[in-house]
């Protein structure tokens, strides 16, 4: 079971290393694209509501979800994970406490519970959150050392067994412009892939033409991108910018300010963007987290909904620590220029991002305890 797109990335690239196929994917909020491929079944969500999975994150969003049908979904979830009952014998949680609720009152097997959404660094778990753990819990899997000793104090069987969102990143090195090339440091752009991102795009954008203003080195703008295209090149060309397709190997457009930044517009290659950014200015979630993990400084800022609000964004500047640097709209431009500018300053801020992420592996290690817990052992 998960619930957001980046606990689906985790569960896949768990289920890839267990290298079985007596699995059954329950993906709560998203469309379950992330395990095709995976050859098991799986079950998604009806629909997308509003919030994009932020419910109670501000009371707005959830009467908008109540409207676009929040209550016939659970139930439907419910009634499903009670049809489940007879056909598993473990059930894997990856995200926060909301899927060991369901999975204990309605699917009623053991747990193991990978705790995605919580840290010490950043929101602690609450007491009644422990104390259904130690009761239901067969084994916790944190994603920091400091966390999980924290709670093997209170008695929980917990553990931290490397970062498995930093095992889903894949480096091709096939990212280029057919007969061009990449021109002085690259800024990496990540606006998010839910609804938000297509606004946060727009302010980025805005950005990118301040930066190009400021700087007298050449600077190439690098967009992640997992939005429909046709929609960023309507709303880009309808605040006056220039939208043009091009032809390379993943980058499938470019918008032209008017100070002339060039921002390619790069699809499916999300690993190989990190790999070449020097700094990334992010509003995202799991990408942000997994751009400092592969030693990228984050340059973030309050957003245009419910992923990327100053709560959200303040508790992520706990979790990541220096290597995130959370400012406001008017700074952005600066505190990138700033980083270009300062080696020894990106230097440090890589290697407190690794630190703070944690090593690749986790996956492999998380999929061994959830294979022999199975066994019994």
């Known amino acids: 079971m998960s619930n957001g797109y980046g606990e689906d990335l985790i569960a896949s690239s768990i289920i890839k290393e267990m290298g079985r196929k007596d699995i059954i994917a329950f993906s709560l909020i998203g469309d379950g694209t992330v395990y095709k491929g995976l050859n098991i079944p799986i079950i998604k969500s009806e629909r997308s509501l509003p919030s994009g999975g932020f419910t109670f994150q501000k009371i707005g969003a ?143 954008i805005e950005i990118c033409d301040e930066i190009k203003r400021g700087s007298k080195e050449d600077i190439t703008f690098l967009a992640s991108l997992t939005l429909d295209i046709e929609r960023v090149k309507k709303s880009v060309e309808d605040i006056g910018y220039v939208f043009r397709y091009i032809e390379g190997n993943g980058v499938r457009g470019e918008v032209i300010t008017r100070n002339g930044a060039k921002i390619l517009l790069a699809y499916n290659h999300f690993g190989d963007v990190l790999n070449h ?60 220029l700033r980083i270009l500018d300062d080696g020894d300053m990106r230097d440090r801020l890589s290697e407190l991002g690794k630190i703070r992420m944690g090593c690749k592996g986790g996956s492999q290690r998380i999929a061994e305890v959830i294979v022999t817990t199975s066994n019994g052992r």
Not at 83 to 101: A, F, H, M, P
Not at 158 to 180: E, F, H, Q, W
Not at 292 to 315: A, D, E, H, W
Request: charged share 25%; with cysteine.
């Open 62 to 204: 959830f009467f908008k979800d109540i409207k676009a049908g929040l209550l016939r979904q659970v139930y439907n979830q419910i009634k499903r994970l009670r049809g489940l009952r007879n056909e598993v014998k473990l059930v894997v949680c990856v995200g926060d406490i909301y899927l060991v609720i369901l999975a204990t009152l309605f699917v009623r097997r053991p747990i193991i519970f990978v705790a995605t959404a919580k840290s010490d660094y950043m929101n602690r778990h609450y007491g009644i959150e422990k104390w259904l753990m130690k009761k239901v819990c067969k084994v916790v899997i944190n994603r920091d050392e400091h966390t999980a000793s924290s709670l093997r104090r209170e008695g929980i069987n917990a553990l931290y067994l490397g970062n498995p969102i930093m095992d889903c990143l894949k480096v091709t090195n096939s990212l280029r412009l057919r007969g061009k090339s990449w021109r002085g440091k690259i800024v990496g752009i990540l606006p998010g892939s839910r609804e938000e991102g297509y606004s946060n795009l727009l302010d980025i």
């Open 277 to 336: 950014s020097y700094v990334v200015i992010g509003l995202a979630g799991t990408a942000n987290e997994q751009a400092v993990g592969s030693g990228v400084p984050v340059i973030t800022f309050r957003g245009n909904g419910p992923q990327t609000t100053r709560k959200r964004l303040l508790g992520q500047k706990r979790l990541l620590g220096e290597s995130l640097v959370f400012t406001d709209r008017r700074n952005v431009a600066n505190e990138v």
